[in-house]
T-cell receptor, first 110, second 114 residues
Framework: QQQVKQSPQSLIVQKGGISIINCAYE??????FPWYQQFPGKGPALLIA?????SEKKEGRFTISFNKSAKQFSLHIMDSQPGDSATYFC?????????FGTGTRLLVSP | NAGVTQTPKFRVLKTGQSMTLLCAQD?????MYWYRQDPGMGLRLIHY???????AKGEVPDGYNVSRLKKQNFLLGLESAAPSQTSVYFC?????????????FGNGTRLTVT
């Protein structure tokens, strides 16, 4: 049974700073590790995903770093903006489904 | 292109009442899922479907039933609502199996059971 541990639960970052959210998983037979972004009143939306044949994937200000041996992956948001304030979920593959972390509420202060 | 549409958006039930949540997707996705979201608990899978006419249990299936009579629709039923089922419910769909494919979520149904 896949379990995903996500930290921190909440995060406050100043505008322009770097936001870092970490996740750890137990095991997987699949190779797809996504991050989802959720704004209040909306459903989660795919932000960025990585397949661990690479250790890092960057899309604009968002970067996933993946450490397969440690079974850990993290999301870095560079030059954080107030518009990035949202809840972020990591996910790892389980049997026939994705298993989500418990979420990180990010607040970027102006 | 509407994507994933959930109805209703809000609902208040009394303990013991029943209701059905409707999810419709127009992307011709084979796979559909029902999640519930609770503070500090993340997204937990209730039931899912790998195709029309099929359903399977997720992590927290007790107290819920589902049906997938048409490929584009996935219904979640509560036969006898309990306060513990107060939550935000999200439907999602995917083109490929969930572990290997992006999920497309609806905007949720906020359910309160008093």
């Amino acid at each position: 049974q896949q379990q995903v541990k996500q930290s921190p639960q909440s995060l406050i970052v100043q505008k322009g700073g770097i936001s870092i959210i970490n996740c750890a998983y137990e095991n997987t037979a699949f190779d797809y590790f996504p991050w989802y972004q959720q704004f209040p009143g909306k459903g989660p939306a795919l932000l960025i995903a990585i397949r661990p044949d690479v250790s890092e994937k960057k899309e604009g200000r968002f970067t996933i770093s993946f450490n397969k041996s440690a079974k850990q992956f993290s999301l870095h948001i560079m030059d954080s903006q107030p518009g990035d304030s949202a809840t972020y979920f990591c996910a790892a593959p389980g049997f026939q489904k994705l298993v989500f972390g418990t979420g990180t509420r990010l607040l970027v202060s102006p | 292109n509407a994507g994933v549409t959930q109805t209703p958006k809000f609902r208040v039930l009394k303990t013991g009442q029943s209701m059905t949540l409707l999810c419709a997707q127009d992307m011709n996705h084979e796979y559909m899922y029902w999640y519930r979201q609770d503070p500090g608990m993340g997204l937990r899978l209730i039931h899912y479907s790998v195709g029309e006419g099929t359903t399977a249990k997720g992590e927290v299936p007790d107290g819920y039933n589902v049906s997938r009579l048409k490929k584009q629709n996935f219904l979640l039923g509560l036969e006898s609502a309990a306060p513990s089922q107060t939550s935000v419910y999200f439907c999602a769909s995917s083109y490929l199996p969930g572990p290997n494919s992006p999920l497309h979520f609806g905007n949720g149904t906020r359910l309160t059971v008093t």
